[in-house]
């Protein structure tokens, strides 16, 4: 069964209810949100039902704090593919509009969960808060659970070798700061950043260095700079490159973006959508005084990033 999308929680079908599911945000599904949705997993082999993500578009976030600059770790498109991947049968979509917050904790869970979805059991991390003013809690579950007869089951923290818990906060922490790599070891597999190929000033193609162009969006803003990237294209072929991430103050002030050159590759990708995975941070982002300045740093670039994602033997 390939994974199936479900917005909302009124008019779900028959066969879309009677799930064992994991509830979160599950923004980035990094290492702690796989534990949980395994625990659903665990319940879904005992019941012999379909296994389901419960989560909220938009996040609660854009809601209470609006003015918050962007932070998501992914698109929906891209936490559907990867809870496909984890052998999710259904991702719930609850829009998280004022109705959804005025609801406490009882209430969602019986209106929302049990009547609206149906589901038999609900797998929850260690520190959920749920329902208006968060009051919602894993013990308050496990009581409504009991009540209202599904199962509840709770995650156990995951973390680092030091101790440090795994969080989405600690992934966008690492990339604002730098350091790609801690952010693969929190998620599990490198942070990536899809979107759809737009023109640009095409500047690089003519300096022998065309860039495939993609807007940030709703993504957290990474530090600006040159990384070492993987891309993987719509076909499914993954191209080594290195990418701006940034302004462009060299050549004219733009909308931060990121400006990925593919390695031995030139093929037409306008319009098309392509995720670029940042593996390695390998500078700021400079304004160089001359354009020759600029192209001998991007040679530069090039030749340490391709030791890194595109090495010879």
């Known amino acids: 069964m390939r994974l199936k999308i479900v917005h909302g929680w009124k008019d779900v079908s028959p066969e879309e209810k009677g ?19 395994a625990e659903a997993a665990r319940a879904a082999r005992e019941l012999k039902v379909p296994l389901g993500v419960v989560t909220f578009d938009p996040h609660p976030r854009r809601l209470f704090r609006p003015t918050e600059p962007a932070f998501r770790l992914m ?14 049968d259904f991702l719930y979509l609850l829009p998280f509009d004022f109705e959804m917050a005025t609801l406490d904790d009882r209430a969602f869970a019986e209106r929302v969960l049990h009547q609206g ?23 308050a579950m496990k009581a409504y659970g009991e ?17 440090e818990k795994f969080s989405s906060t600690g992934v966008r922490e690492a990339l604002r700061a730098g350091h790609p790599e ?11 950043i899809e979107g759809v190929v737009r023109r640009g000033q095409q500047l690089g193609r003519q300096l022998g260095f065309p860039t495939a162009n993609v ?20 076909d499914g072929r993954v191209i080594p490159g290195v990418a701006n991430l940034g302004n462009n103050p060299t050549t004219g002030e733009v909308e931060t973006r990121l400006e990925t050159w593919l390695f031995d590759f030139d093929e037409d990708l306008y319009g098309q959508v392509i995720e670029t995975q940042l593996i ?15 192209i001998d740093q991007i040679r530069c670039d090039e030749t340490q990033a391709r030791a890194i994602v595109a090495p010879t033997f």
């Open 182 to 192: 801690e952010a693969a070891r929190i998620l599990g597999r490198p942070f990536a």
């Open 147 to 163: 009540e209202l007869g599904f199962s509840v089951s709770v995650a156990e923290p995951v973390a680092n070798r030091d101790g």
């Open 117 to 139: 979805l149906g589901i038999r059991h609900v797998a929850v991390g260690f520190d959920i808060s749920f329902g208006k003013g968060r009051t919602g809690s894993p013990q």
């Open 215 to 234: 807007e940030i969006v709703d993504y957290v803003v990474p530090k600006l700079g040159v990384y070492a990237t993987r891309t993987r294209l719509p």
């Open 75 to 88: 698109t929906i498109e891209q936490q559907a593919r990867l809870l496909s991947d984890l052998g999710v």
């Open 280 to 294: 390695a941070f390998l500078r700021p982002e400079l304004k160089f005084d001359s354009i020759e300045l600029m």
């Open 19 to 37: 799930a064992a599911v994991a509830l979160g945000n599950f923004d980035g599904v990094h290492r702690g949100h796989q534990q949980v949705i």
